[in-house]
T-cell receptor, first 115, second 114 residues
Framework: SAVISQKPSRDICQRGTSLTIQCQVD?????MFWYRQQPGQSLTLIAT?????????ESGFVIDKFPISRPNLTFSTLTVSNMSPEDSSIYLC????????????FGEGSRLTVL | GQQVMQIPQYQHVQEGEDFTTYCNSS?????IQWYKQRPGGHPVFLIQ?????EVKKQKRLTFQFGEAKKNSSLHITATQTTDVGTYFC??????????????FGTGTRLQVTL
């Protein structure tokens, strides 16, 4: 199984600022995804992080607001830009292993609070 | 777009009682996965079901995939306090509907008391 490390684990940010979340996987994964989870809610897929190319965004999410990079198979970043209190949430990085069993491994999550 | 609903939203049981959560998709699924998220934790994979009518067991947990591959259930026999958490089903989906992405259900939060 893959171990996924995320940082920061939590942060308190000011309105209008941007924050970058880093995600490191300890082994190669075929696909990496970024999810958002409001407290007590389900997970909403933000985008698929594609290695060496632009991420594929889901409906309601755009690159200008959530730029994503994936320079190699084991590392990705998600930036939350020009934050507002509505962006307060838990952001989760996930990856699917090479075995392609379908199982997703998740990072511990980054809890952002925007004041 | 694809929607995956779960009922109930929340259930509180006493230790030893059984628990069932139901998952319903608006579209036919090629497979369905189940995850458990402990309070304050991240989702952890439990199982994947692929075949129509498939039933799989993991100790006290029984998972079932519907014949039409649009619904699934998770049943826990004789719950324990370690079962506390939110249970999510998830099916292939996303904006382009490709099998590589997962759309998570609304989740069922289970609380177990002594």
């Amino acid at each position: 199984s893959a171990v996924i490390s995320q940082k920061p684990s939590r942060d308190i940010c000011q309105r209008g600022t941007s924050l970058t979340i880093q995600c490191q996987v300890d082994s190669q994964v075929t696909m990496m995804f970024w999810y958002r989870q409001q407290p007590g809610q389900s997970l909403t897929l933000i985008a698929t992080a594609n290695q060496g190319s632009e991420a594929t965004y889901e409906s309601g999410f755009v690159i200008d607001k959530f730029p994503i990079s994936r320079p190699n198979l084991t590392f990705s970043t998600l930036t939350v830009s020009n934050m507002s209190p509505e962006d307060s949430s838990i952001y989760l990085c996930s990856g699917r292993g090479l075995a392609n069993t379908g199982e997703l491994f998740f990072g511990e999550g980054s809890r952002l609070t925007v004041l | 777009g694809q929607q995956v609903m779960q009922i109930p939203q929340y259930q509180h049981v006493q230790e030893g009682e059984d628990f069932t959560t139901y998952c319903n998709s608006s579209t036919t699924l090629s497979n369905i996965q189940w995850y458990k998220q402990r309070p304050g934790g991240h989702p952890v994979f439990l199982i994947q079901l692929v075949k129509s009518g498939e039933v799989k067991k993991q100790k006290r947990l029984t998972f079932q995939f519907g014949e039409a591959k649009k619904n699934s259930s998770l049943h826990i026999t004789a719950t324990q306090t370690t079962d506390v958490g939110t249970y999510f089903c998830a099916g292939p989906g996303g904006r382009t509907g490709t099998a590589s992405k997962l759309t998570f259900g609304t989740g069922t939060r289970l609380q177990v008391t002594l």
